[in-house]
């Protein structure tokens, strides 16, 4: 993403105790310039409504996986807003743009991914009307997204509001300055609870945010339906596990991105298990439902793939054997949770884990090291 946005012409560098300083660029600027997506879905969908307030020509185009990611919202919806996009609906593909773009009313289905909306609404101030965003699927996940969105927004001053559920507006004007403190990612904190949970042991989250827009905020309520004692102690968020895991039946629409950890540890329930409303996972890194179920069948476990979701079954077969991560940071941790209890579990790539937590191996070993 920094890389990107330099490519934009934003100055960013390193302050002090690891700040970034961040100098945004002139829009008056022509630009004929590569973005290098990698895997990463906000840069493949955030990054593009922005370039395209440049005048020039911008390629897009990002790792194997990601040319197979959803991105047909993102360039019907640029083109529906004036901007010249090549013929593609998904990476690579070309903007060549004005560096202006009026905006008004448009209409998107952004059932694939909430990115979509998010993407069009940060860049929305800078569109000479405005934007009047509607989503008009059948399905719209992970709206705390929206909601984080939003509040980022008017964090920056920017007038936004929802009139309803599913439509947005943004008034144009400008983008304010300021500092910011960036919160812990807790959706990273996932595997790392789930441990406490699988060992009977104890974790130690600290400075957890008393009041998020986080959808990993979930994870307390979530775990202790699971079986886990969670506790906020102080600023510390404290959980600890008896060893057993209880199934759970639960409508995840709300962020898919917790999923991998639940489903891993309903590999592991005493009970059944069935998680919906994550039929968006198919458009992640990999597509996700089809993953998880091969690998938790293929240690043995009971695993269905559902139209929007998995159903696991509790299983004696549970076996060691190899967990391929499908380039993907979030099936290789799920892989780790589960190898805390199944002896034998080899992580095929755990250098995925890179994309979000490149220290993953360094705090999980830690973790599991015993206290003198």
């Known amino acids: 993403m920094i890389e990107s946005l330099r490519r934009l012409g934003t100055q960013i560098t390193n302050g002090e105790g690891g700040d970034l300083v961040i100098v945004p660029p002139t829009t008056d600027i022509s630009l004929n310039t590569t973005?290098?997506?990698?895997?990463?879905g906000t840069v493949?969908?955030?990054?593009?409504?922005?370039?395209?307030?440049?005048?020039?020509?911008?390629v897009f185009d990002g790792d194997e996986a990601a040319r197979r990611r959803p991105?047909?919202?993102?360039?019907?919806?640029?083109?529906?807003?004036?901007?010249?996009?090549?013929?593609?609906?998904?990476?690579?593909?070309?903007?060549?743009?004005?560096?202006?773009?009026e905006g008004g009313y448009l209409e998107i289905d952004a059932s694939a991914s909430s990115q979509f909306v998010s993407g069009l609404l940060l860049a929305a101030p800078r569109f000479t009307k405005g934007l009047e965003l509607r989503h008009v699927g059948k399905h719209l996940p992970s709206l705390p997204h929206i909601e984080m969105t939003l509040e980022c927004l008017r964090e920056r001053g920017v007038s936004v509001s929802q009139p309803e559920p599913t439509l947005w507006k943004v008034l144009p004007g400008p983008i304010s300055g300021g500092e910011k403190l960036i919160e812990p990612d807790?959706?990273?904190?996932?595997?790392f609870l789930a441990a406490a949970l699988v060992t009977g042991g104890t974790v130690t989250i600290s400075d957890w945010p008393k009041n998020t827009t986080q959808v990993g905020k979930h994870f307390d309520e979530l775990l202790t339906k699971m079986g886990a004692d969670v506790?906020?102690?102080?600023?510390?968020?404290?959980?600890?596990?008896?060893?057993?895991?209880?199934?759970?039946?639960?409508?995840?629409?709300?962020?898919?991105e917790l999923a991998p950890v639940i489903l891993a540890l309903a590999a592991l329930a005493d009970t059944p298990s069935r998680i919906t409303g994550i039929a968006h996972l198919r458009g992640h890194e990999t597509n996700r439902l089809a993953a998880l179920t091969n690998e938790i069948n293929n240690i043995g476990g009971n695993a269905t793939e559902l139209e929007d979701g998995i159903e696991i079954l509790p299983s004696d077969n549970l076996h060691g054997g190899l967990w391929q991560t499908y380039q993907d940071h979030r099936m290789a941790t799920a892989g780790a949770i589960i190898g805390l209890r199944v002896p034998g579990i080899e992580i095929e790539d755990i250098n995925v884990v890179a994309?979000?937590?490149p220290n993953f191996v360094e705090l999980w070993s830690a973790l599991l090291e015993p206290k003198a």
């Not at 973005?35 to 990463?40: F, T």
């Not at 493949?44 to 911008?58: D, K, N, S, Y």
């Not at 807790?186 to 595997?191: I, V």
Request: net charge negative.
């Open 35 to 40: 973005i290098d997506c990698g895997l990463a």
């Open 44 to 58: 493949m969908r955030f990054v593009p409504p922005m370039a395209a307030l440049f005048e020039g020509t911008i």
């Open 71 to 101: 991105m047909w919202t993102t360039i019907d919806s640029l083109r529906a807003l004036g901007v010249n996009v090549s013929d593609s609906e998904a990476l690579p593909f070309t903007i060549s743009s004005s560096g202006v773009i």
């Open 186 to 191: 807790l959706s990273n904190a996932g595997p």
């Open 231 to 256: 506790k906020l102690v102080g600023t510390d968020l404290v959980i600890t596990g008896t060893g057993l895991i209880k199934g759970i039946d639960i409508d995840l629409s709300i962020g898919g």
């Open 355 to 357: 994309k979000t937590m």
